[in-house]
């Protein structure tokens, strides 16, 4: 019996499948998931292909990029206010940025998508469920950032749990209102007729139909991750110097503004990048499967 494929569920993967078929053909898919895995690829690489020790002090300080007046081939994006190189820095602040919005998505969204089933499987613990997640829901994840600094003390850890946090609710009710149309369908009741146990039918039938259109929602997530985070490491709640990491570098780069520009626009250019990069690829995914937005 483990075997039963229902007729709507195959029908759904076969047209979601037909859907995805021209993802690879998208310009904007082809540009922003290369740009995506460019910047991942190198953030990953950091150390192995920066050309200088992001914490290395005593170079000239606020030398701007070689290509402009005044730069040194030496440094490529030119050194922040200490005399760092800024293309090491920046290598080495990405990665921490996309860890720490990969963390938090992993966690947050985890819990979220087994809070959301939960709910939407046993009706009787769904209003206890989705009551916290109501509350959960009214506190802004720089509220819970800055709460758990003065408990903790500001680093990584304090952002990816109030990131983790502030993506629980968003995601639990996304994934409670698609388990809620699965649950719906004939399959469900008749794997309940014909014995099916609880795990079984949450994780082969309910779990994976469901999961496309969370995953589409995570993506989106992530750009939304990302940004909050280097918003609270621009309040300094973030890791701590001389750690890098793009909004604390640009919070840092704040000062020198005006005559050294390049040292805050950098991180920041890079942050808009990954963010609009994630955004496109989650809307590219919601039209795959949702063929009503691709004829707006």
């Known amino acids: 019996m483990s075997s039963m ?5 195959m029908s759904s993967s076969g047209t979601s499948g037909r859907r995805l078929t021209w993802l690879p ?9 290369g740009m995506l895995v460019a910047i991942i690829a190198l953030a990953v690489s950091a150390p192995w292909i920066a050309p200088y020790d992001p914490y290395q002090t005593g170079h000239i300080p ?3 990029p070689s290509f402009m007046d005044g730069g040194s081939p030496d440094f490529l994006l030119g050194t922040d206010q200490q005399g760092r190189d800024l293309l090491s820095r920046l290598l080495y602040g990405t990665r921490n940025t996309l860890l720490t919005g990969f963390l938090a998505v992993l966690f947050g969204g985890g819990t979220g998508v087994t809070l959301g089933i939960i709910a939407a499987y046993f009706q009787r613990l769904d209003p206890p469920i989705m009551r916290c997640v109501d509350v959960l829901l009214s506190f802004p994840a720089i509220l819970l950032g800055l709460s758990l600094a003065a408990v903790v003390g500001p680093g990584t850890l304090p952002v990816i ?3 983790s946090i502030a993506a629980i609710p968003d995601v639990a009710r996304i994934t409670r209102s698609t388990a809620l149309v699965v649950m719906g369908q004939e399959y469900m009741e008749a794997g309940r ?5 609880d795990s079984t039918l949450i994780v082969r039938y309910l779990g994976l139909n469901c999961i496309g259109s969370v995953f589409v929602f995570l993506t989106l997530r992530f750009g939304q991750v990302i940004l909050i985070g280097a918003a609270l490491s621009f309040l300094g709640l973030g890791v701590r110097p001389p750690e ?3 909004g604390m570098m640009a919070s840092q780069g704040r000062d020198a503004l005006f005559f050294a520009a390049h040292i805050a626009t950098l991180p920041s250019l890079v942050i808009f990048v990954m963010v609009l990069c994630a955004n496109l690829l989650g809307d590219a995914l919601r039209d795959a ?6 004829n707006l």
């Open 244 to 246: 890098a990491e793009l």
């Open 193 to 197: 007729a014909i014995g099916l146990s």
């Open 25 to 33: 053909r998208d310009p904007t898919v082809l540009l922003a998931g």
């Open 289 to 294: 499967l949702d063929p009503r937005m691709r």
């Open 62 to 64: 606020f030398l701007p």
């Open 161 to 163: 749990i109030a990131l």
């Open 5 to 9: 494929t229902s007729p709507d569920a």
